[in-house]
């Protein structure tokens, strides 16, 4: 079953098209929105949406920019320099509890092996030795392998930490400042739906280990201030942890997405543009404005929306109010009165509101026009002020 689900995703990206990993900030972005299909199908079977969504016209300006790869690589390597001196100082401070600090002894096993199952199988007993072993150990990009929708993602942390007591701690290593001891919420967000990911994969094999346990803290790592100094901050990612394992876990499965396409479909980019827009259009989407900021296709997905007049396009909270309209030209009937039941409460507020938004234009109009003959009457009175002399001239 898993050699004909393989196989039949090789046959969706094309045969000559090596599979693109999914890495966890787009499983965090596909937990954010389980609803839509298209997604986990691409990202299931390992389609490039950036290339995809070039073929077929719509490219989005996403994902980093080349300088600021290099900067976030040259402060990573700053960071795990000598042994990771620097990193497991910061973690010891932070996280340390009551062991010793980790000395210059401290275990960094080589994780290198063929294929991301051979570095996941190496990941996995490293992470075991290391426990039994009952020192200080950091795993510097370890590789990890969490079942999404059914089929398996390779994952890539910073680094883990394994503590003296068997604690597993995942670090995230940014290149946006901390400044005050305090970054940018929207990105101390990403990072830490991005480590929830981590720690859900990591979890699978703590399972299968004895005396291993998985820290819901992690140590999130940052220049400091305006400077390439390391500063670090503990982030608690139980909350987001909770949500992307119960989003992942409504996933629909790949298999059944996959059966239910047409014969013959396929995602190769060296298909025809109108093939590929065919193809695509045969998995249903679930737009939202906030695609925009996680998804390459979402430009493709927002214009599709919007020809359809679908309503959201508007975003997930308006579509949630709207129930069973699915519709803006549908909304814009309701409230005229030129469709729906007036006894249901979504039509019946799209009426009043309707309505009050007509009271509110028809007093502006009233007012506009009241202030227009105040303004009037004063350039009559001036005329009129301006003919009394002439007309006093003429009875003299």
């Known amino acids: 079953m898993a050699t004909t689900l393989r196989q039949r995703l ?8 090596a599979p693109h990993p999914l890495d966890a900030r787009a499983l965090a972005a596909l937990a954010a929105n389980p609803g839509c299909k298209r997604r986990a199908l691409l990202d299931g079977a390992g389609v490039d949406k950036g290339v995809l969504a070039e073929a077929l016209g719509s490219p989005a300006p996403f994902g980093q920019s080349q300088f600021a790869f290099m900067r976030g690589n040259a402060f990573e390597a700053k960071v795990k320099a000598d042994g990771g001196a620097e990193l497991l100082r910061l973690l010891y401070e932070r996280l340390g509890g009551g062991a010793p600090a980790p000395g210059p002894d401290a275990a960094t096993p080589d994780l290198s092996a063929a294929g991301p199952e051979g570095r996941a199988a190496r990941t996995a007993l490293a992470l075991r030795e290391a426990t039994a072993a009952g020192g200080w150990a950091l795993l510097d990009h370890p590789m990890l392998a969490l079942e999404v929708a059914g089929s398996p993602a ?5 680094a883990v930490v394994v503590h003296p007591d068997g604690r ?7 290149s946006f400042p901390m400044i005050d001891a305090s970054a940018d919420a929207a990105k101390v967000g990403a990072a830490a739906r991005q480590a929830a ?3 859900l ?3 699978r094999v703590a399972a299968v280990t004895e005396g291993a346990e998985v820290g819901h803290q992690v140590l999130l790592v940052c220049p400091k201030d305006f400077s390439n100094l390391p ?26 997405i996959a059966d239910a396409l047409p014969e013959g479909t396929t995602f190769d980019p060296a298909c025809s543009p109108q093939e590929l827009e065919s193809a695509v259009s045969s998995v249903t989407a679930a737009y939202a404005p906030e695609c ?16 359809e007049g679908a309503v959201e396009t508007l975003g997930r909270s308006v579509r949630g109010e709207l129930g069973g309209l699915t519709t803006v030209a549908g909304v814009l009937a309701a409230a005229a009165g030129k469709e729906g039941d007036p006894a249901d409460p979504t039509v019946a507020a799209l009426r009043r509101a309707a309505a009050l938004r007509a009271d509110a234009l028809e007093s502006a109009a009233a007012l506009r026009a009241e202030a227009q003959g105040r303004a009037e009457a004063p350039e009559g009175a ?11 001239a003429a009875c003299r």
């Open 292 to 307: 925009l900021a996680a998804c390459e296709l979402a430009f493709h997905c927002r214009a599709r929306s919007r020809a």
């Open 231 to 256: 500063t670090a901050s503990v982030v608690d990612v139980r909350k987001q942890r909770a949500v992307t394992r119960r989003q992942l876990t409504r996933l629909t499965r790949i298999e059944d």
């Open 197 to 199: 990911v981590y720690v």
């Open 154 to 158: 390779y994952l890539e942390p910073d």
């Open 168 to 174: 597993w701690t995942v670090v995230e290593i940014k």
């Open 10 to 17: 090789a046959e969706l990206r094309g045969p000559t098209v």
């Open 201 to 203: 994969a990591l979890e």
């Open 382 to 392: 001036a005329a009129l002020r301006g003919q009394a002399p002439e007309g006093a």
